[in-house]
């Protein structure tokens, strides 16, 4: 199916393009005035007007009328990909939402690469969304004519963007008060250019949560991973000269990780608890495979200081004593 762009540069192309467009035939769309906003085949790619002074670029798969949907439901504006608006000064602003949910947007993304307007480009970077706006400010000379880009960080959408409400003093009927979260990114238009400045909107970038190790959970077994260090270190000569390399693996290769997880997951499961079971018996079954899953990741260390430190954070992880802190 084509991909089309169509990157507007002003509200009087938008207008023009809504004008010119034939809403889409057939007996099934009669009434829902659907105009596509390039390729008409991708029809859930559309252009809504909202009022003489608001159009919508919209990419909105849930509903067959989106004029429909607009007219009866506000949440339908609030959440909008984009939305053109010209003020009554002449201003024009474009206002920008990102997906409604924590999930990833493929689809949403794709729109806003592209269709935002000429000057605004759409940027994704370690699992977050940024709009990169050309502004009014330029390059020192010899690039005085290139406009300094900008960053602003594209928040995805709360799941629930207002709260419902009792219509009646017993609590029977409810409405749906809709309120903005607040995370779209509105920009207005330097005319006659295409470079916008920032208006409203926007969220922080969100900070990713701390990990700190449960200091607690850890000192119950802490005789326990002494111990098995102690077995670990005793066990790496004795795998290393007495059983031949075989594989891509490493020199613990005669039984190789992925086996030797394989074996246990299979039998009791790999998870921190069952882990924590091995290593508080020192006659467990599974304590050689355990050994072996560490020294393979610690092959290459001689270092005594590095191999510790590496035992340390391979316990903190496989034994679950990494919690998140926000």
Not at 47 to 58: A, Q
Not at 205 to 226: A, F, G, S, W
Not at 260 to 272: N, P, T
């Amino acid at each position: 199916m084509t991909m089309s762009y169509e990157n507007f540069s002003s509200f009087s192309e938008v207008e023009a393009l809504y004008k010119s467009v034939p809403p889409m035939g057939g007996k099934n769309n009669k009434g829902k005035n659907i105009k596509p906003l390039a390729t008409r085949s991708r029809y859930w790619e559309q252009v809504v007007k909202i009022s003489k002074n608001c159009y919508v670029l919209e990419c909105r798969y849930g509903y067959d009328n989106l004029d429909k949907a607009y007219k009866e439901k506000r949440y339908s504006l609030l959440s909008a990909p984009i939305v053109w608006r010209k003020l009554r000064d002449g201003t024009e602003t474009v206002t920008i939402s990102n997906g409604v949910g924590p999930y990833a947007h493929t689809g949403h993304y794709s729109f806003l690469e592209r269709f935002l307007p000429l000057g605004l480009s759409f940027k994704l970077e370690y699992g977050k969304q940024f709009i990169t706006a050309n502004t009014s400010k330029n390059h020192e000379p010899p690039h005085d004519l290139t406009p300094i880009k900008e960053e602003y960080y594209l928040a995805k959408r709360r799941e629930n963007l207002g709260r419902f409400q009792p219509l009646q003093s017993n609590g029977d009927k409810k409405m749906l008060n809709m309120r903005d979260d607040g995370a779209r990114l509105t920009f207005k238009r330097i005319t006659g250019k295409s470079r916008y400045e920032f208006i409203s909107g926007g969220k922080p970038i969100p900070k990713p949560p701390r990990k700190v190790v449960n200091k607690n959970l850890k000192d119950k077994y802490k005789k326990n991973i002494e111990a098995f260090y102690g077995y670990v270190c005793a066990m790496k000569p004795i795998l290393r000269f007495t059983h031949r390399y075989n594989g891509d693996n490493g020199e613990y290769g005669w039984k190789q990780c992925s086996e030797s997880k394989y074996e246990v997951d299979r039998q009791m499961g790999w998870y921190d608890e069952k882990i924590r079971e091995i290593i508080k018996d020192p006659n467990h079954k599974f304590k050689l495979n355990l050994a072996i899953a560490f020294l393979n990741k610690a092959q290459d260390i001689t270092e005594p200081k590095r191999f510790r430190a590496t035992y340390n954070r391979w316990i903190n992880k496989e034994l679950g004593f990494i919690k998140e802190k926000r």
